[in-house]
Protein backbone atom coordinates (compact mmCIF):
# COMPACT_ATOMS: atom_id res chain seq x y z
CA UNK A 1 0.00 0.00 0.00
CA UNK A 2 1.53 3.28 -0.95
CA UNK A 3 1.63 5.75 1.89
CA UNK A 4 3.32 8.80 0.33
CA UNK A 5 1.93 10.94 -1.99
CA UNK A 6 4.67 11.57 -4.67
CA UNK A 7 5.55 14.32 -6.70
CA UNK A 8 6.64 13.38 -10.70
CA UNK A 9 9.15 15.23 -12.64
CA UNK A 10 8.85 14.58 -16.41
CA UNK A 11 11.46 16.43 -18.69
CA UNK A 12 10.59 16.92 -22.26
CA UNK A 13 12.71 18.66 -24.79
CA UNK A 14 11.47 20.81 -27.61
CA UNK A 15 10.13 18.14 -30.03
CA UNK A 16 11.84 18.46 -33.08
CA UNK A 17 14.77 17.95 -31.25
CA UNK A 18 13.74 14.85 -28.77
CA UNK A 19 13.78 11.50 -29.97
CA UNK A 20 15.87 12.03 -32.78
CA UNK A 21 16.59 8.02 -32.98
CA UNK A 22 13.18 7.56 -33.88
CA UNK A 23 14.10 9.55 -37.08
CA UNK A 24 13.25 8.46 -39.59
CA UNK A 25 10.02 6.92 -38.48
CA UNK A 26 9.71 3.20 -39.06
CA UNK A 27 8.27 1.68 -41.99
CA UNK A 28 4.11 1.38 -41.39
CA UNK A 29 4.10 4.46 -39.05
CA UNK A 30 5.09 7.25 -41.63
CA UNK A 31 2.59 9.99 -41.46
CA UNK A 32 2.70 13.89 -42.15
CA UNK A 33 5.67 15.86 -42.06
CA UNK A 34 4.90 16.86 -38.60
CA UNK A 35 4.46 13.19 -37.67
CA UNK A 36 7.93 12.99 -35.45
CA UNK A 37 6.25 15.59 -33.24
CA UNK A 38 3.18 14.55 -33.20
CA UNK A 39 4.50 10.91 -32.14
CA UNK A 40 7.26 12.64 -29.23
CA UNK A 41 3.94 14.72 -28.43
CA UNK A 42 1.67 11.52 -27.90
CA UNK A 43 4.58 9.46 -26.34
CA UNK A 44 5.14 12.12 -23.45
CA UNK A 45 1.21 12.24 -23.41
CA UNK A 46 0.77 9.06 -22.76
CA UNK A 47 2.78 8.97 -20.33
CA UNK A 48 1.67 12.48 -18.20
CA UNK A 49 -1.91 10.54 -18.53
CA UNK A 50 -1.20 7.38 -16.91
CA UNK A 51 1.17 8.87 -14.14
CA UNK A 52 -1.98 11.32 -12.85
CA UNK A 53 -4.24 8.39 -12.70
CA UNK A 54 -1.76 7.01 -10.09
CA UNK A 55 -3.90 7.28 -6.50
CA UNK A 56 0.24 7.64 -5.40
CA UNK A 57 0.88 10.70 -7.16
CA UNK A 58 0.23 14.26 -6.04
CA UNK A 59 1.17 15.78 -8.92
CA UNK A 60 2.95 15.86 -12.30
CA UNK A 61 5.43 18.71 -13.34
CA UNK A 62 6.85 18.80 -16.32
CA UNK A 63 10.44 20.45 -17.20
CA UNK A 64 9.23 21.85 -20.88
CA UNK A 65 9.92 25.14 -23.12
CA UNK A 66 7.86 23.54 -25.81
CA UNK A 67 4.66 25.47 -26.55
CA UNK A 68 2.81 22.39 -27.59
CA UNK A 69 4.02 19.70 -24.92
CA UNK A 70 2.85 22.45 -22.29
CA UNK A 71 -0.18 22.79 -23.68
CA UNK A 72 -1.47 19.53 -23.96
CA UNK A 73 -0.08 18.08 -20.25
CA UNK A 74 -1.65 21.13 -19.03
CA UNK A 75 -4.95 20.27 -20.63
CA UNK A 76 -4.53 16.82 -19.11
CA UNK A 77 -4.12 17.87 -15.64
CA UNK A 78 0.28 18.68 -14.96
CA UNK A 79 1.79 21.57 -14.44
CA UNK A 80 5.20 22.82 -16.22
CA UNK A 81 8.11 24.79 -15.42
CA UNK A 82 10.53 26.25 -18.48
CA UNK A 83 13.78 24.35 -19.22
CA UNK A 84 16.67 25.93 -16.54
CA UNK A 85 18.98 26.24 -16.23
CA UNK A 86 19.34 25.50 -19.92
CA UNK A 87 22.32 22.65 -19.40
CA UNK A 88 20.85 19.50 -20.00
CA UNK A 89 19.02 16.72 -18.90
CA UNK A 90 19.88 16.33 -15.01
CA UNK A 91 19.89 20.26 -14.22
CA UNK A 92 16.61 20.37 -16.06
CA UNK A 93 15.28 17.18 -13.48
CA UNK A 94 16.81 19.02 -10.55
CA UNK A 95 15.22 22.06 -10.95
CA UNK A 96 11.95 20.60 -11.86
CA UNK A 97 12.54 18.58 -8.56
CA UNK A 98 12.51 21.66 -6.51
CA UNK A 99 10.18 23.42 -8.31
CA UNK A 100 7.88 20.73 -6.84
CA UNK A 101 8.23 21.70 -3.40
CA UNK A 102 7.65 18.24 -2.41
CA UNK A 103 9.79 16.03 -0.08
CA UNK A 104 9.15 12.94 -2.20
CA UNK A 105 10.05 13.06 -5.93
CA UNK A 106 10.48 10.77 -8.89
CA UNK A 107 11.50 11.51 -12.01
CA UNK A 108 10.38 9.59 -14.74
CA UNK A 109 11.20 9.49 -18.54
CA UNK A 110 8.75 10.58 -20.85
CA UNK A 111 8.55 8.25 -23.42
CA UNK A 112 6.48 4.64 -21.59
CA UNK A 113 3.30 4.63 -23.84
CA UNK A 114 2.69 1.50 -22.49
CA UNK A 115 2.99 2.70 -18.87
CA UNK A 116 -0.03 1.52 -16.76
CA UNK A 117 -1.28 3.36 -13.48
CA UNK A 118 -1.15 0.71 -11.47
CA UNK A 119 2.71 -0.17 -12.75
CA UNK A 120 3.86 3.42 -10.82
CA UNK A 121 1.68 2.96 -8.12
CA UNK A 122 3.41 -0.28 -7.42
CA UNK A 123 6.97 0.88 -8.11
CA UNK A 124 6.21 3.81 -5.99
CA UNK A 125 4.82 1.22 -3.35
CA UNK A 126 8.53 -0.09 -3.74
CA UNK A 127 10.34 2.76 -3.69
CA UNK A 128 9.22 3.19 0.22
CA UNK A 129 12.05 0.23 0.98
CA UNK A 130 14.97 3.13 0.81
CA UNK A 131 15.46 6.90 0.16
CA UNK A 132 16.92 6.70 -3.41
CA UNK A 133 15.98 3.85 -5.50
CA UNK A 134 15.65 3.51 -9.51
CA UNK A 135 13.78 1.80 -11.80
CA UNK A 136 16.32 0.11 -14.89
CA UNK A 137 14.74 0.24 -18.01
CA UNK A 138 14.04 -3.04 -20.41
CA UNK A 139 17.32 -3.27 -21.83
CA UNK A 140 19.14 -2.83 -18.09
CA UNK A 141 21.36 0.03 -18.61
CA UNK A 142 19.42 2.82 -18.56
CA UNK A 143 16.99 4.64 -16.14
CA UNK A 144 12.78 5.12 -16.44
CA UNK A 145 12.26 6.09 -12.71
CA UNK A 146 14.38 7.88 -10.22
CA UNK A 147 12.98 8.34 -6.42
CA UNK A 148 14.20 9.87 -3.74
CA UNK A 149 12.22 10.60 -0.51
CA UNK A 150 13.55 12.92 2.15
CA UNK A 151 16.80 13.04 0.30
CA UNK A 152 17.87 15.03 -2.89
CA UNK A 153 17.14 13.38 -6.37
CA UNK A 154 20.66 13.58 -7.38
CA UNK A 155 19.68 12.37 -10.66
CA UNK A 156 22.36 10.73 -13.36
CA UNK A 157 20.11 10.27 -16.58
CA UNK A 158 22.02 9.12 -19.34
CA UNK A 159 23.80 6.31 -21.19
CA UNK A 160 24.49 4.11 -18.80
CA UNK A 161 22.24 5.65 -16.30
CA UNK A 162 21.43 2.19 -14.03
CA UNK A 163 24.86 1.75 -13.34
CA UNK A 164 25.50 5.64 -12.05
CA UNK A 165 22.26 5.56 -10.24
CA UNK A 166 23.36 1.99 -8.12
CA UNK A 167 26.72 3.50 -7.95
CA UNK A 168 25.30 6.49 -6.11
CA UNK A 169 23.30 4.87 -3.74
CA UNK A 170 20.13 4.20 -5.15
CA UNK A 171 18.17 0.69 -4.98
CA UNK A 172 17.47 -1.40 -7.76
CA UNK A 173 13.98 -2.26 -8.20
CA UNK A 174 12.62 -5.13 -9.89
CA UNK A 175 8.92 -5.87 -10.37
CA UNK A 176 6.16 -7.13 -13.09
CA UNK A 177 5.58 -3.27 -14.64
CA UNK A 178 6.79 -4.14 -18.33
CA UNK A 179 5.23 -0.82 -19.16
CA UNK A 180 7.07 1.02 -16.99
CA UNK A 181 10.24 -0.69 -18.40
CA UNK A 182 9.94 0.06 -21.86
CA UNK A 183 11.29 3.45 -22.96
CA UNK A 184 10.88 4.37 -26.67
CA UNK A 185 14.08 5.63 -28.31
CA UNK A 186 14.52 3.52 -31.50
CA UNK A 187 11.74 1.95 -33.96
CA UNK A 188 12.22 -1.09 -31.97
CA UNK A 189 11.40 -0.01 -28.96
CA UNK A 190 8.50 1.19 -30.39
CA UNK A 191 7.08 -2.00 -31.90
CA UNK A 192 7.53 -3.31 -28.14
CA UNK A 193 5.39 -0.47 -26.61
CA UNK A 194 2.90 -0.98 -29.22
CA UNK A 195 3.18 -4.86 -28.46
CA UNK A 196 2.42 -4.31 -24.92
CA UNK A 197 -0.44 -1.95 -25.42
CA UNK A 198 0.26 1.78 -25.73
CA UNK A 199 -2.17 4.40 -24.24
CA UNK A 200 -4.73 6.63 -25.95
CA UNK A 201 -2.73 8.92 -27.50
CA UNK A 202 -0.06 6.97 -29.17
CA UNK A 203 -2.91 4.45 -30.18
CA UNK A 204 -5.15 6.78 -31.86
CA UNK A 205 -1.96 8.17 -33.61
CA UNK A 206 -0.34 4.78 -34.84
CA UNK A 207 -3.13 2.64 -34.89
CA UNK A 208 -1.84 0.33 -31.97
CA UNK A 209 -4.05 -1.73 -29.48
CA UNK A 210 -4.63 0.22 -26.14
CA UNK A 211 -3.23 -0.54 -22.98
CA UNK A 212 -5.76 -2.47 -20.90
CA UNK A 213 -6.51 -1.16 -17.64
CA UNK A 214 -6.86 -2.63 -14.41
N1 LIG B 1 13.59 19.44 -20.16
C1 LIG B 1 14.57 18.76 -20.74
N2 LIG B 1 14.37 17.47 -21.11
C2 LIG B 1 15.38 16.82 -21.70
C3 LIG B 1 16.64 17.40 -21.94
N3 LIG B 1 17.44 16.48 -22.53
C4 LIG B 1 16.69 15.37 -22.67
N4 LIG B 1 15.46 15.58 -22.18
C5 LIG B 1 14.35 14.63 -22.15
O1 LIG B 1 14.75 13.51 -21.43
C6 LIG B 1 14.22 12.33 -21.99
C7 LIG B 1 15.32 11.32 -22.19
O2 LIG B 1 16.32 11.89 -23.00
P1 LIG B 1 17.00 11.04 -24.14
O3 LIG B 1 16.71 9.63 -24.02
O4 LIG B 1 18.40 11.51 -24.28
O5 LIG B 1 16.09 11.47 -25.33
P2 LIG B 1 16.34 12.29 -26.56
O6 LIG B 1 17.50 13.19 -26.43
O7 LIG B 1 15.03 12.92 -26.80
O8 LIG B 1 16.56 11.14 -27.63
P3 LIG B 1 17.70 10.90 -28.70
O9 LIG B 1 17.78 12.12 -29.54
O10 LIG B 1 17.23 9.72 -29.48
O11 LIG B 1 18.94 10.63 -27.92
C8 LIG B 1 13.50 12.75 -23.27
O12 LIG B 1 12.15 12.79 -23.00
C9 LIG B 1 14.00 14.15 -23.54
O13 LIG B 1 12.97 14.96 -24.09
C10 LIG B 1 16.83 18.76 -21.52
O14 LIG B 1 17.89 19.38 -21.68
N5 LIG B 1 15.76 19.37 -20.94
C1 LIG C 1 18.04 9.09 -20.50
C2 LIG C 1 18.29 7.79 -20.50
O1 LIG C 1 18.44 7.07 -21.58
P1 LIG C 1 17.60 6.86 -22.89
O2 LIG C 1 18.39 7.63 -23.89
O3 LIG C 1 17.59 5.40 -23.08
O4 LIG C 1 16.22 7.45 -22.66
C3 LIG C 1 18.51 6.97 -19.30
O5 LIG C 1 18.23 5.77 -19.38
O6 LIG C 1 18.98 7.49 -18.32
Do not use: I, Y
Not at 2 to 18: G, I, T
Amino acid sequence: MAVRAWSVVVPAKRLPLAKSRLTPLPEGLEGPPDAHDRLVLALLADTVAAALASPAVAGVLVVTDDPAAAAEVTRLGARTVPDEPDRGLNPALEHGARATGGTAVAALSSDLPALRPEELTAALAAAEAAPRCFVPDAQGTGTTLLTAAGTGLSPAFGAGSARRHAAGGAVPLTGDWPGLERDVDTPGDLRGALALGVGPHTAALLGGATRASG
